[in-house]
């Protein structure tokens, strides 16, 4: 029995110095400059107001400009002939009147297309408003030369080919190391993005989300150094729910932003931004500006709905 005892009392031992030491070594995130302007909560036109406007184009992203949001999302894929290009699928049919894959396409063809042929108020398929307007899918360098000073959230929806290299450039030709804050679902493509581009913002991967859940679940929170800048995640997954108030104080502990995708529901905004969070990713800004009591500062389309 005493024996056992003892064995029992090392164990813990040895497990409340491992504590110890990781606690001790733990550390909070330095500030990035991309945060430093930014207000206390994030205002982000999902795809450029995806529910809005044709998405990932720029009269999207210039209408949410003059709506006034906080920040811009866009997801980026490259062309055959190397150009990086604005838009959400690796496929043109959803959003263009083009098909086929977008990296088997030259910059030149993708400017053809038309960018606004499939957008639909509700995406109900009632109307097409936008078709044969001009709009056409954007060069990522066209958007950056268009918004130099509006912070962006970029998603790195290609992986192979990998497009890291010429983002990491493009970014630092356009001088747009404080503006951007790039993100993947493809975890290999993000932390390959950082070794190439260090200085460059970013979100965390599914991977270290997973772990600091894990972590926060454990009461072990504190015990997290982050490798990134920001939480960009949803609420729940499936039925496992992601999001809690443990969650949120670990995460502004560890100096992480924090914001939810995708949210679109005006309670559901209103809920969110009373737990704590530090933004919300939308397909409708013109709601969570209502819901925060901003202005809106542009007429929508009459057959959009409140």
């Given at each position: 029995?005493?024996?056992?005892?003892?064995?029992?009392?090392?164990?813990?031992?040895?497990?409340?110095?491992?504590?110890?030491?990781?606690?001790?070594?733990?550390?909070?995130?330095?500030?990035?400059?991309?945060?430093?302007?930014?207000?206390?909560?994030?205002?982000?036109?999902?795809?450029?107001?995806?529910?809005?406007?044709?998405?990932?184009?720029?009269?999207?992203?210039?209408?949410?400009?003059?709506?006034?949001?906080?920040?811009?999302?866009?997801?980026?894929?490259?062309?055959?002939?190397?150009?990086?290009?604005?838009?959400?699928?690796?496929?043109?049919?959803?959003?263009?009147?083009?098909?086929?894959?977008?990296?088997?396409?030259?910059?030149?063809?993708?400017?053809?297309?038309?960018?606004?042929?499939?957008?639909?108020?509700?995406?109900?398929?009632?109307s097409f408003p936008y078709?044969?307007?001009?709009?056409?899918?954007?060069?990522?360098?066209e958007v950056f030369e268009?918004?130099?000073?509006?912070?962006?959230?970029?998603?790195?929806?290609?992986?192979?080919?990998?497009?890291?290299?010429?983002?990491?450039?493009?970014?630092?030709?356009?001088?747009?190391?404080?503006?951007?804050?790039?993100?993947?679902?493809?975890?290999?493509?993000?932390?390959?993005?950082?070794?190439?581009?260090?200085?460059?913002?970013?979100?965390?991967?599914?991977?270290?989300?997973?772990?600091?859940?894990?972590?926060?679940?454990?009461?072990?929170?504190?015990?997290?150094?982050?490798?990134?800048?920001?939480?960009?995640?949803?609420?729940?997954?499936?039925?496992?729910?992601?999001?809690?108030?443990?969650?949120?104080?670990?995460?502004?502990?560890?100096?992480?932003?924090?914001?939810?995708?995708?949210?679109?529901?005006?309670?559901?905004?209103?809920?969110?931004?009373?737990?704590?969070?530090?933004?919300?990713?939308?397909?409708?800004?013109?709601?969570?500006?209502?819901?925060?009591?901003?202005?809106?500062?542009?007429?929508?389309?009459?057959?959009?709905?409140?």
């Open positions: 029995m005493a024996r056992a005892f003892k064995v029992i009392a090392g164990l813990v031992l040895i497990l409340l110095s491992l504590y110890l030491i990781f606690w001790w070594r733990a550390r909070p995130r330095a500030a990035h400059p991309f945060f430093e302007n930014l207000s206390h909560f994030l205002v982000i036109a999902h795809q450029g107001g995806d529910f809005l406007w044709p998405s990932n184009t720029l009269f999207a992203f210039q209408k949410s400009v003059e709506l006034g949001v906080d920040m811009l999302e866009l997801d980026v894929h490259a062309s055959k002939d190397g150009a990086l290009v604005v838009i959400h699928d690796e496929t043109l049919e959803r959003t263009t009147n083009g098909s086929g894959l977008v990296k088997d396409k030259a910059l030149a063809e993708l400017k053809l297309l038309d960018a606004g042929y499939n957008w639909s108020p509700e995406r109900k398929g009632e078709r044969d307007q001009g709009i056409s899918i954007p060069s990522l360098k268009s918004f130099p000073e509006k912070p962006m959230s970029i998603e790195i929806k290609q992986a192979e080919p990998s497009i890291n290299e010429s983002l990491c450039e493009l970014i630092r030709e356009s001088k747009m190391q404080t503006k951007v804050l790039i993100n993947s679902f493809h975890v290999k493509a993000l932390e390959d993005f950082r070794q190439l581009c260090p200085e460059i913002a970013t979100a965390t991967t599914s991977k270290e989300v997973r772990t600091f859940f894990i972590l926060n679940t454990l009461y072990l929170g504190r015990l997290y150094t982050p490798p990134a800048d920001a939480f960009q995640i949803p609420e729940s997954q499936g039925n496992l729910k992601i999001l809690n108030l443990r969650f949120i104080t670990n995460a502004k502990r560890k100096n992480l932003n924090l914001q939810i995708w995708t949210i679109n529901e005006s309670s559901e905004m209103a809920r969110l931004s009373k737990m704590g969070v530090d933004g919300i990713i939308t397909d409708r800004p013109d709601r969570l500006k209502r819901v925060l009591g901003q202005e809106v500062g542009l007429e929508l389309p009459e057959d959009v709905p409140e």
